[in-house]
């Protein structure tokens, strides 16, 4: 391959990536061509894309990118997964391989990065159980509002309390009973 071929290679695969800030990095030799595509098909209808990549001329352009550190990941045939929206990430992106390699055996994880944070193939399955940045979001503002929450409710049961004996002591009157003096 010539030098010019190889740089125009190396630009297309930073314009690719620009902005991925995580990916899994599986070998899908083996793997016969309809189940590859099937594969490919049922992860893009998830925002998430298959690209077979050239190791050396990935290796330069993720220099000083977010993926740099898959470059130790990038040995032999290897093949990279990631999100191609915010609403995916690189969990998102091992929850939906885990599930497929239970279906196909012959897939084999090399690894996963997620901001700039390595992980091995054994824990792929550990990425899968993170929370995806909306379940983060969710859970923090869970932690801010319960608080205030609590305290709304403790400031309300008084009132709620007082409301409730009022309510008793209407419907008692109402149905002609009369109401002792609590002595």
């Not at 993170?130 to 969710?138: F, H, L, N, R, V």
Request: proline share 4%; aromatic share 4%.
């Amino acid at each position: 391959m010539s030098k010019p071929v190889k740089n125009l290679i190396t630009q297309q695969y930073a314009s690719m990536f620009d902005g991925v800030t995580g990916a899994v990095i599986v070998d899908i030799r083996g793997i016969d061509a309809n189940t590859t595509n099937e594969i490919r098909a049922g992860l893009a209808e998830k925002q998430i894309k298959v690209t077979v990549v050239k190791n050396s001329l990935a290796k330069r352009a993720f220099a000083g990118h977010d993926l740099e550190p898959v470059n130790d990941l990038l040995d032999g045939a290897c093949t990279m997964v990631y999100p191609t929206t915010e609403d995916a990430s690189a969990v998102t992106v091992a929850r939906e391989l885990i599930d497929w390699a239970k279906k196909v055996k012959e897939l084999q994880f090399r690894g996963a990065v997620l901001d700039g944070i390595t992980f091995g193939p054994e824990d792929i399955k550990k990425l899968s159980e993170y929370p995806t940045k909306e379940e983060a979001q969710a859970k923090a503002v869970q932690v801010v509002l319960t608080p205030g929450q609590n305290l709304v409710g403790a400031l309300l049961a008084p009132g709620r309390n007082i409301a409730g004996i009022l309510k008793t002591i209407q419907d008692k009157l109402e149905a002609g009973e009369t109401i002792a003096k609590a002595g």
